[in-house]
């Protein structure tokens, strides 16, 4: 890398992917109120893929404004579900509700990444995935709670891809790494482009 890299994010998992990819980063967890962004931009009737799009250039924003001669990225993924945004659930009771409305239907994932650079975006990309939820079985659900509660409390529609969650989906279209909450190939071939990774 020829500038310093910062992943504005909590994420365990989007830190993971870049490192397995070869890039070195720096992890900076930038305090921002998303439950009061998001909430207000849906006031405003914001689309899912705007509210993404927001959430993840305020990250690297904020990150980037301390530290103006890294890279930053910042990152957001949101479940889109017929123009309807779900989040994180909150308790184990919030996830089934939330699988049980998803049951046998389509709906898309939304990963959200900004660059941000001496404090101002210069690049963002927003990956979508449609995914397609089988009819499993009451049974099945509470197994899977009991199985699985409270880790995909962390996921966004409640469910885990990477882990026992695979076992919802009837059809998956779209990027892997982009379901894992960051649309990594693009941003990899842009930080390649630019000359900050090696060609």
């Known amino acids: 890398?020829?500038?310093?890299?910062?992943?504005a994010s909590g994420s365990a998992i989007r830190a993971q992917m870049l490192q397995n990819a070869g890039v070195q980063v720096r992890i900076i967890k930038p305090r921002v109120d998303e439950?009061?962004?998001?909430?207000?931009?849906?006031?405003?009737?914001?689309?899912?893929?705007?509210?993404a799009d927001t959430l993840a250039e305020m990250k690297a924003l904020k990150i980037s404004e301390k530290e103006p001669d890294a890279l930053v990225i910042g990152c957001d993924q949101v479940l889109d579900l017929g123009g309807r945004m779900l989040s994180k659930p909150e308790t184990r009771e919030e996830a089934r509700a939330q699988?049980?409305?998803?049951?046998g239907e389509r709906h898309m994932l939304l990963s959200a990444a900004v660059i941000?650079?001496?404090?101002k975006p210069i690049w963002r990309h927003i990956g979508q995935v449609r995914?397609?939820?089988r009819d499993f079985s009451d049974d099945f659900l509470e197994g899977y709670l009991?199985?699985?509660w409270p880790d995909v409390s962390?996921?966004?529609?409640?469910y885990q891809l990477e882990a026992e969650g695979v076992r919802?989906?009837?059809?998956?279209?779209?990027?892997?790494?982009?379901?894992?909450?960051?649309?990594?190939?693009?941003?990899?071939?842009?930080?390649?482009?630019?000359?900050?990774?090696?060609?």
């Open 35 to 51: 439950d009061m962004v998001k909430d207000s931009l849906l006031v405003e009737g914001a689309p899912p893929r705007d509210i």
């Open 154 to 158: 962390h996921s966004v529609g409640g």
């Open 146 to 148: 009991d199985r699985n």
């Open 1 to 7: 890398m020829k500038k310093n890299l910062i992943l």
């Open 99 to 103: 699988l049980i409305e998803m049951r």
């Open 116 to 119: 941000c650079e001496a404090g």
């Open 168 to 199: 919802l989906f009837s059809r998956i279209d779209g990027d892997y790494f982009t379901v894992l909450g960051l649309p990594l190939m693009e941003m990899l071939n842009y930080l390649t482009l630019r000359g900050d990774l090696q060609q």
């Open 131 to 133: 995914l397609r939820m």
